[in-house]
């Protein structure tokens, strides 16, 4: 097992994505934490890990509120005494041309999703410093390298992503810990699924050729990510061996973007 006693918390992981990679590492031996703003959803995450035989728990967290994401891994802690990964994973998706784009949209999601990165780092990080190793993986996006329209605040905040990544790469890498980031392509969940009609009605276009043009219209075989793809490089990443990939990205968009 790639995982065999590996503490893991992974945020947003009641559902889509974050639940995937919360399965595969359970599967893989780790003891898993879901964090998510739902709770009932998180537990009931948690026990379909323990009904499969796996081990989890669940904890309540909001990543915007800097209380919320210390008491979550405080609970961490306190239940199994380390934290060797994390998976920043949480994040929604708002989409308007910027001169449309509301101030309290763009603070919301530049809050879900770099303050969380930043708050669940600056919590876990001296967990991992102590045990002298843990893995740090944000959830990026294409977005992290390229740009859409519509898209300005998501673009942003995971471009800045990278960023911390390779602050944190830098800081960590002579105390054990190594970060990356996961640069996923249109990945079919709930989130992407909104974002059909939303910009059928943005671009005046109907929402097949949404799908076919601006979602899959970059790739090489016109099919979407997998949860299952990017619980993958999730699982690479946090059962990598040394520090030779760290501050690295990678990215799983069915050749949607290179480079």
């Not at 994505?17 to 739902?38: S, W």
């Amino acid at each position: 097992m790639k995982l065999k006693d590996k503490v893991c918390i992974v945020t947003g992981a009641a559902s889509g994505i974050g639940k995937t990679i919360a399965d595969i590492y359970a599967r893989e031996g780790a003891t898993v934490v879901i964090a998510d703003l739902n709770l009932d959803a998180a537990q009931k995450a948690a026990d379909d890990i323990t009904t499969s035989g796996g081990t989890a728990m669940a904890v309540a967290m909001d990543v915007t509120s800097e209380e919320q994401v210390n008491a979550g891994v405080a609970a961490v802690v306190e239940a199994w005494g380390r934290i060797d990964v994390l998976v920043s994973n949480a994040g929604i998706q708002i989409v308007n041309p910027v001169e449309n784009y509301s101030y309290s949209d763009w603070k919301k999601m530049l809050a879900i999703h770099l303050d969380g990165a930043f708050l669940t780092s600056k919590a876990v990080l001296p967990h991992m410093y102590a045990a002298g190793s843990g893995s740090v993986i944000f959830m990026g996006s294409v977005h992290s390298k390229e740009a859409s329209p519509l898209k300005s605040a998501y673009v942003t905040a995971k471009h800045g992503l990278l960023g911390l990544s390779r602050v944190i790469a830098k800081e960590g890498g002579k105390k054990g810990v190594r970060t990356n980031v996961i640069c996923p392509g249109f990945v079919r969940t709930p989130l992407v699924d909104k974002q059909i009609p939303e910009q059928a009605k943005e671009l005046n276009i109907p929402e097949a050729e949404v799908i076919s043009r601006v979602m899959l219209g970059g790739t090489v075989d016109s099919e979407f990510t997998t949860v299952a793809d990017i619980a993958e490089v999730a699982l690479f990443f946090a059962s990598f061996p040394t520090n030779a990939l760290t501050g690295q990205s990678l990215i799983a968009s069915h050749g949607w973007f290179m480079e």
